[in-house]
């Protein structure tokens, strides 16, 4: 009881004193190590260089500024420009080319919060001036930038997967199909909200012909070239996450370019801004992992899974306790930080009840993707609030986003009742 103590109280002391919480987490792992493990320290000092020396971890850089260049780049503006003549005449017009262009973008991008805040630039002025409902709109902008977790390539999968040591290329492949599925249940709720109001989304009396939609679509090749070349060689087995990612940026700067608006001024900052994000995420992980060796060399969880096999709650009920427990710490922390934190007892405990570690990280990305627009914490919501000009408050933001949160859940039981949709696509192509 007192090391459990030790844990919880180490963290919220020093997170409280308002250090960085990486250096919560390493001096709460660093402090058991030494007064509870005979001054084990240097076992911490061998982790950190192994998770650092990692060369998957080496790709979330580079995925941070694959997401960094497009986000400068102004090509989500073709990309929204090509999609909006397929939806012009379904009930919800521009309001599922959100979705449809956040799916497009999060393929390429990685970062939840890159594809709210690039194709919000773009949808949000553009839906205004259409007499949109302004809160509806930015409540499928900050759903819709979600997907940029769940569509590979996504820096979840990545530092979960350097983590826990798990095949990236098959949490990249599991991510698909949810994926689409939450896309999809996103559409599905726009459209039967308004057709119930049509208010909500001003229908556009312009029919869009079949050769105009074709037209439109040739103006999205080079995301299609960005997407098989990050993606299309993972699965192929041609490169591995790290080289791809590598690929992706070297086309992104191409293409970006040539297609889009790209600077070598808006290039440098595109770096800075990647070099202050990984930075950040790495400081995380470096405390992260001290605590996770602290808690590994402890047997904490092993004591967690004999706690849990004595008090008769079924694997499922144990599943629904970590989902409720994440959902309450995604009102303070933001999704990385939260999965970092987590993961070193999460990932033993769900693994040891016989969930499936690419299963469970489907899962867990989908519950930090709830963290994204829940606040008061959400980033995506932030973002949008900012889009706005705070035309639409934080608050009426959060509201509106609402559905979207009960959908992800949804999205949770669907995978926890059929986990072949995440399952499938792995096994099949590897």
């Excluded at 308004?194 to 079949?210: E, G, L, Q, T």
Aim: with cysteine.
């Amino acid at each position: 009881m007192s090391l459990w103590f030790t844990l919880v109280g180490g963290v919220i002391a020093t997170a409280g004193t308002g250090v960085a919480l990486g250096a919560a987490l390493g001096i709460t792992g660093l402090f058991i190590l030494q007064f509870y493990s005979n001054g084990a320290t240097s076992v911490a000092i061998d982790a950190i260089w192994n998770v650092f020396n990692s060369f998957t971890l080496s790709a979330v850089p580079m995925f941070i500024l694959l997401g960094e260049i497009l986000l400068r780049s102004g090509i989500s503006e073709k990309a929204y420009s090509a999609f909006s003549p397929v939806f012009r005449r379904i009930p919800g017009g521009l309001l599922h080319t959100n979705i449809a262009v956040c799916t497009l973008f999060g393929a390429v991008s990685g970062s939840s919060l890159s594809t709210a805040a690039a194709v919000g630039s773009v949808a949000y002025p553009e839906m205004s001036k259409r007499g949109y409902d302004k809160d509806t709109v930015v409540g499928s902008l900050a759903g819709g930038g979600t997907l940029g977790l769940l569509i590979p390539p996504s820096l979840s999968f990545l530092i979960y997967g350097a983590l826990t040591e798990t095949s990236i290329g098959r949490l990249f492949a599991a991510g698909i199909i949810p994926g689409i599925m939450v896309g999809a249940m996103f559409m599905l709720y726009l459209l039967v909200k308004c057709v119930r109001n049509p208010a909500i989304a001003p229908r556009d009396p312009h029919k869009s012909s079949v050769g105009e939609i074709l037209v439109g679509f040739r103006h999205i090749w080079p995301l299609l070239t960005l997407i098989v070349g990050v993606i299309g060689t993972i699965v192929a087995g041609i490169a591995t996450p790290t080289e791809s990612a590598g690929v992706g940026v070297v086309l992104a700067v191409f293409i970006c370019s040539i297609w889009g608006n790209l600077t070598f001024t808006k290039l440098i900052e595109a770096v800075y801004q990647s070099v202050l994000l990984f930075s950040s995420i790495g400081f995380l992980v470096l405390g992260a992992t001290i605590l996770a060796q602290s808690v590994s060399i402890l047997g904490l969880p092993q004591q967690i899974l004999e706690t849990v096999a004595q008090s008769g709650y079924g694997k499922y009920s144990v599943l629904m306790i970590v989902v409720l427990i994440y959902l309450i710490l995604g009102c303070f922390f933001d999704g990385l930080s939260l999965m970092i934190m987590t993961l070193p007892v999460v990932f033993p405990l769900l693994t040891g009840l016989g969930f499936d570690p690419i299963w469970i990280g489907v899962i867990i990305t989908i519950v930090i993707e709830i963290g994204q627009i829940t606040p008061p914490v959400g980033l995506n919501l932030s973002v949008l609030t900012a889009l706005t000009k705070n035309e639409v408050s934080l608050g009426r933001v959060a509201y509106a986003t609402v559905p979207y949160w009960l959908i992800h859940l949804c999205a949770i039981v669907i995978l926890t009742m059929f986990p072949i949709l995440a399952l499938y696509l792995p096994n099949l192509l590897f």
